[in-house]
Nanobody, 126 residues
């Protein structure tokens, strides 16, 4: 088990920024892939960004590529999602997820992630 706890969500206006945090206390994440997904009301959960814990390589969905940045702090066992220039369409519950298997790519599929946080709500008003 990998307990993941998200924080940092909130209500902001369009154009504002937020930073989400995901901590996995008491657990090493070496070789894991860590990701952020989001789920808007009435929609399926979708991939947002991923990072390889050891290599530091990243990937993003096209809709956030120039606005969001995923990063990790190895010493704090934490993953972050810096979200800039937020838009109303970014409104969703954001989930942190962990993929423990070695893969030569950063998966965009929910089925590949075994561990999930409880989610944090991000609401962007226009």
């Amino acid at each position: 088990q990998v307990p993941l706890v998200e924080s940092g969500g909130g209500l902001v206006q369009a154009g504002d920024s937020l930073r989400l945090s995901c901590t996995a206390s008491g657990r090493t994440l070496s070789r894991y892939i860590m990701a952020w997904f989001r789920q808007a009301p009435g929609k399926e959960r979708e991939f947002v960004a991923a990072i390889h814990w050891t290599a530091g390589s990243t990937d993003y969905v096209d809709s956030v590529r120039d606005r969001f940045t995923i990063s990790r702090d190895i010493s704090k066992i934490a993953v972050y999602l810096q979200m800039n220039s937020l838009k109303p369409e970014d409104t969703a519950v954001y989930y942190c997820a962990a993929d423990p298997l070695y893969r030569p790519f950063l998966s965009h599929y929910t089925k590949d992630y075994d561990f999930w946080g409880q989610g944090t709500q991000v609401t962007v008003s226009s």
